[in-house]
């Protein structure tokens, strides 16, 4: 391997010849050396987003040289447009708590390339320099919780909003589907009043509708960035324009309407709009968590569970048992709502630890658990989707014989013969293995109305 020799203020370094980064990501490669877990594409292309828009504010400003800015605007276009150089960007998620590494190996692909496109060689930083030209008019502070909340933009609406979307116009399909389906109702686990299988599926929709509309609302708070605010919020070296114009440039690049942030050391010192949208997620995924699990739980069996459910039969569900099948789609999808859970309590005590004084000093950690939770979480209703709800079918004979076995349509009773009555007719029909109506006909008790009329779950529901 042939080597070029950087200098900065700290000495002289070793950095591959064929490379674009620099001396500052090399030396992060060296120091951080935790995980191996790098930023997702999505944050990269944010960051991206992010220089090419200030880039094209500081060249309105006539900040930047004419020709310097057609490097640059070449070398970031090749990121964004051609997918270039993606594998540029190797820095451990586990570093400065600013994501100032990140932010630096950004300026120094981009300088480098644009060195290169000039005719310069790389790691001399001129005509290009990253921290004069590339990073101008910005801090890693500001850049970073911007990036954060760009990449958060894109994968919420591009990714998740849209698989809660296919998610609610399957529930949608399976609550006519059921419409005419009457099954036992369970509370604690224990019998309980007849309900229509289809109102369970409407207490899964109007969940994922909320979780839906609740995103859509914190999208406002996701639009303002804090980008100008330069290393605390004052501005400090950064043109008095220099955000206004940067936020109309991203929001045509992205296709999103974004925002100053009114009070930009808010957006550097804290992440509580983050916080809050990790919370969203949280709030969905216990719903999601239910719909799971409760499938799973109808579908028991098949012959010694619920068994009110068939679920798509997609692989084999055991080693050992010949015919086995599972609810592995149930059980994966349980798997990623706890993950989320637990993203969302790493991103909480992000929030809570790192946020001292003037800097919130855990930007990576954060960022890397929200998008993975994003990530994951549309993947995995992608997939439940897909390989189990939408070919889930109904049960119905066992339906019908566990809803005609029912103790519970006593219920109906209680108004006409008294709580006390009926409570020993249900427990005469356990003990004894009768059905309520064997039990009133045993009893000879009379009533205005025909007694299957009365005893029918379909007309208690």
Not at 228 to 249: C, E, I, M, Y
Not at 267 to 290: C, E, M, P, Q, Y
Not at 438 to 461: A, R, S, T
Request: proline content about 4%; glycine content about 6%; overall charge negative.
């Amino acid at each position: 391997m042939e080597f070029r020799i950087e200098k900065d203020i700290l000495g002289e370094k070793k950095i591959p010849a064929e490379v674009y980064w620099g001396i500052n990501t090399q030396r992060a490669l060296e120091n951080f050396k935790i995980s191996g877990k790098k930023f997702p594409e999505i944050f990269i292309q944010s960051l991206a987003e992010l220089k090419k828009a200030c880039l094209q504010a500081n060249k309105e400003l006539d900040l930047i040289d004419t020709e310097l800015y057609s490097a640059l605007l070449r070398a970031v276009n090749e990121i964004l447009i051609e997918k270039m150089h993606l594998d540029q960007f190797p820095i451990d998620i586990f570093q400065s708590g600013s994501g100032t590494q990140t932010n630096m190996n950004m300026n120094e692909v981009l300088a480098n390339r644009a060195n290169q496109i000039l005719g310069h060689p790389m790691g001399k930083k001129y005509p290009v320099h990253p921290n004069d030209h590339v990073n101008k008019s910005q801090s890693s502070n500001d850049v970073i919780p911007s990036t954060m909340h760009i990449s958060l933009v894109h994968v919420i609406n591009e990714r998740l909003i849209p698989t809660l979307e296919r998610l609610y116009e399957v529930l949608s399909k399976k609550i006519s589907e059921f419409s005419d389906v009457v099954k036992v109702g369970r509370t604690h686990l224990q019998d309980a009043v007849p309900i229509p299988l289809s109102l369970e599926f409407e207490v899964y929709r109007n969940q994922i509708q909320n979780g839906i509309l609740s995103l859509g609302l914190n999208m406002k708070e996701l639009l303002s960035i804090p980008i100008g605010g330069t290393a605390l919020g004052t501005g400090l070296n950064s043109h008095k324009d220099f955000p206004s114009l940067t936020v109309d440039r991203l929001s045509k690049i992205t296709k999103y309407q974004f925002t100053e942030n009114s009070l930009k050391a808010e957006g550097i010192a804290s992440h509580n709009s983050i916080v809050r949208t990790s919370g969203l997620l949280r709030s969905i995924a216990l719903s999601i968590l239910k719909i799971a699990n409760d499938i799973r739980w109808m579908g028991s069996g098949p012959r010694a569970g619920l068994s009110e459910l068939i679920i798509p039969h997609n692989e084999p569900g055991s080693s050992i048992m010949p015919g086995k099948i599972n609810p592995t789609q149930s059980e994966m999808l349980i798997q990623v709502c706890l993950q989320i859970l637990g993203n969302d309590t790493i991103i909480v005590h992000g929030e809570a630890y790192g946020s001292v004084l003037d800097l919130n000093v855990c930007k990576p950690l954060i960022i890397v658990n929200l998008l993975e939770s994003v990530e994951i979480f549309s993947n995995g209703i992608d997939s439940f989707v897909q390989n189990c709800l939408q070919g889930m079918q109904v049960n119905r004979i066992n339906i019908e014989n566990q809803l005609q076995r029912s103790l519970m349509i006593v219920t109906k009773l209680a108004p006409l013969i008294g709580y006390d009555k009926a409570s020993q007719i249900a427990q005469k029909a356990y003990k004894e293995n009768k059905s309520i109506k064997d039990v009133v006909l045993e009893e000879n008790i009379e009533f205005d109305e025909e007694l299957d009329e009365l005893l029918d779950p379909k007309k208690m529901v």
